[in-house]
């Protein structure tokens, strides 16, 4: 079992930076693939990012060159740093961890880019 809890979230103006974070408890952290997601108003659930338990990356197209995301296994962590944000980027974004049949999510939090 791993309990996730997001925190970073907030109001910036478009062109702005926030870095989120993604504490985890419970399991071993380190096996875990982990993700970032996010829900815009009225739209689906998207893939914003993901790393492998190894450090392989993945980006969706409408964040590559802006976003990070990063691993910190001794800190039971996941972060994403988000550059040059937009109005689109305004979501509830989620934390994510998987592995096999198991997926965790977190209760999310909320980013709103202001133009």
């Known amino acids: 079992q791993v309990q996730l809890v997001e925190s970073g979230g907030g109001l910036v103006q478009a062109g702005g930076s926030l870095r989120l974070s993604c504490a985890a408890s419970?399991?071993?952290?380190?096996?875990?693939?982990l993700g970032w997601y996010r829900r815009a108003p009225g739209k689906q659930r998207e893939l914003v990012a993901r790393i492998s338990s190894v450090g392989t990356t993945n980006y969706a197209d409408s964040v590559k060159g802006r976003f990070t995301i990063s691993r910190d296994n001794a800190k039971n962590s996941v972060y994403l740093q988000m550059n040059s944000l937009k109005p689109e980027d305004t979501a509830v974004y989620y934390c994510n961890a998987f592995r096999g049949s198991a997926e965790y999510w977190g209760q999310g939090t909320q980013v709103t880019v202001s133009s």
């Open positions: 419970g399991s071993i952290f380190s096996i875990y693939a």
